[in-house]
């Protein structure tokens, strides 16, 4: 380990790219399958803020068809289906059941935005839009009875957080230098590069030669522009806060829905980890703190009052089991509202200093294309000429049919099976959640063991020890809440009592690296 703290302190790449959330995790991938010589440099965890605060979708945005964004929504319903093909473990398609509400938008305008929602792009996998009697429709059963007419179309499912770390592995395994808690603390120009401070907690200061910087930093990223010398940016971020909540499960059937609030919000109700369901998100401006910021008591009451609207089951604030909230970095368009605000992205690269690309906006669906336009641009900068690569290659665990290929069809169930069946000694939902998080990348989880003793201790309901020592050894994982929260959903399960025995365990874990 010594001998690796020599070698971090100083560092040369071709790339050193700020922030560990989507849009940076995807351009290490890509850059390294292209001979990039790479180092991410993350001040948290993998995904720890905007990129795991979603509302969980590969949706190409129905509702961004109001404010005329047909260029974004083409581009990210594009994505929608080569995603769900690059990791269906982790990504799945998702029905959703809108509730026609006759005080708000029109049956006629429903219906043409849905037909423009199917054919703006090619569909591969997903089912065309249609209008459905709730009476006689399964997702009908839980609403009020006014509600007796509505529309079902198709989008996708993303476990956010993990489709972040699944870059991040990706890119590790091209050759990339993931350095998680680490941040970088002073940039400056020197010559046709950059000179870089990382301060580690794990290895202290580290001084990194760069060819160029992408500042992929999400909310801190006007911060991080401003703070770099010889940095000229013409742009800038609104910062708008989304919260969601979880409650104990709410219909038993396998659609999601999409409502209309009376203040022209969308909202939506999606099943969620089996047993519970999830209900977002809430549109504020934000000016905190971005790291820290949290659901109000206003937002609870809010998400609350809106599925009672809809829903026969009454919720209260004190049904609700977890919540979350993050901070967009949208592009500051100058919209009147933050729901109006543009979600797409501007890729701006000063064509007078070395190479320093500031990624303003974005959004989870179009991560990968946003990724390889940055590359366009940073390519012939650097001199290099490599073909993109990330459209025709699984991530990490997706090949599920064949290895190292995009599954051709999105049958999860049939992978699942197979995998159980391998391990036949695995509790059904166990292995069920293995083939989830890991696909693939499961057998190599697991290693040699043959029965649940070698798994080791239970530390948290649902998390043993084999599982966490390859969190810890492999994705990056260095406290409970990364475990808990962004590897798996296990938190959900936890008391106090657990969460502090994996702590401990986790210590111990730790205990040899720090040494050195």
């Known amino acids: ?16 790219i700020v922030g560990g959330g989507i849009n940076g995790v995807g351009i290490a991938r890509d850059a390294a399958g292209r001979g990039l010589r790479v180092i991410l440099c993350e001040q948290h965890d993998l995904a720890q803020h905007t990129s795991s605060a979603s509302t969980k979708l590969i949706h190409g945005g129905l509702r961004y068809l109001e404010y005329y964004e047909f260029k974004l929504v083409r581009k990210a319903l594009q994505e929608r289906e080569l995603l769900l093909r690059t990791a269906p473990h982790i990504m799945w398609p998702l ?35 249609q209008g459905v009697s709730l009476r006689q429709h399964v997702a009908g059963g839980p609403l009020k009875g006014d509600f007796r007419k509505g529309f079902v179309y198709s989008d996708g499912w993303v476990d956010d957080a993990r489709l972040v770390v699944l870059n991040a592995l990706d890119a590790s395994e091209r050759g990339a ?20 401070t990382l301060e580690s907690e794990q290895h202290g200061r580290i001084d990194v030669t760069a ?29 708008v806060k989304g919260s969601h909540i ?38 504020l401006e934000y000016t905190g703190a971005p790291g820290k910021v949290t659901i109000s008591d206003g937002e609870v009451s809010y998400l609350c009052e809106v599925a009672n609207r809809y829903f026969t089951k009454q919720i209260a604030p004190g049904d609700v089991v977890w919540t979350y909230s993050g901070v967009r970095p949208l592009l500051d368009d100058s919209a009147q509202n933050a729901s109006a605000v543009t979600r797409d992205y501007l890729l ?94 499961a057998r190599r989880m697991l290693g040699t063991a043959k029965n649940m003793t070698e798994l080791g201790e239970e530390l948290t309901p649902g998390v043993y020890e084999q599982e966490a020592r390859y969190l810890f050894e492999v994705e990056w994982a260095r406290c409970a809440e990364d475990i808990l929260w962004r590897r798996t959903k296990c938190g959900l399960y936890c008391q106090p009592r657990h969460v502090a025995r994996l702590e401990e365990w986790i210590k111990q874990m730790s205990m040899p690296e720090m040494s050195t």
């Open 211 to 239: 060819r160029a910087i992408v500042n992929a930093a999400g909310p801190w990223t006007a911060q991080f522009a401003n703070a770099a010398s010889g940095v000229s940016n013409t742009h800038g971020l609104r910062l």
């Open 1 to 16: 380990m010594q001998s690796t703290i020599k070698q971090l302190a100083q560092q040369d790449c071709d790339l050193l």
């Open 95 to 129: 029905r959703f059941v809108m509730p026609h509400d006759a005080g708000q938008r029109p049956a006629w305008m429903i219906r043409a935005g849905l037909f423009l929602y199917d054919h703006l792009a090619r569909r591969a996998f997903l089912p065309a839009s």
């Open 177 to 196: 230098n993931i350095l998680t808690r680490t941040r970088c603390a002073a940039v400056r120009q020197e010559g046709q590069g950059w000179h870089a």
């Open 348 to 441: 701006e690269c000063d064509p007078n200093t070395a190479p320093f690309l500031n990624i303003w906006g974005g959004k989870i669906t179009t991560y990968r294309k946003l990724s390889e336009e940055a590359l366009a641009m940073l390519q012939p900068r650097l001199g290099r000429d490599a073909p993109d690569w990330t459209a025709s290659a699984p991530l990490p665990g997706g090949d599920l049919q064949q290895a190292d290929a995009l599954v051709e069809n999105i049958d999860f169930a049939r992978f699942a099976q197979q995998l159980h069946a391998q391990y036949p000694w695995l509790p059904g939902k166990l292995a069920q959640r293995y083939a989830r998080c890991y696909g693939t990348r």
């Open 246 to 283: 979880i409650v104990p499960r709410l219909f038993d059937h396998p659609y999601a829905y999409i409502f209309q609030n009376q203040d022209k919000r969308i909202i939506f109700a999606i099943p969620y980890q089996d047993e519970f369901t999830l209900i977002g998100t809430t549109d």
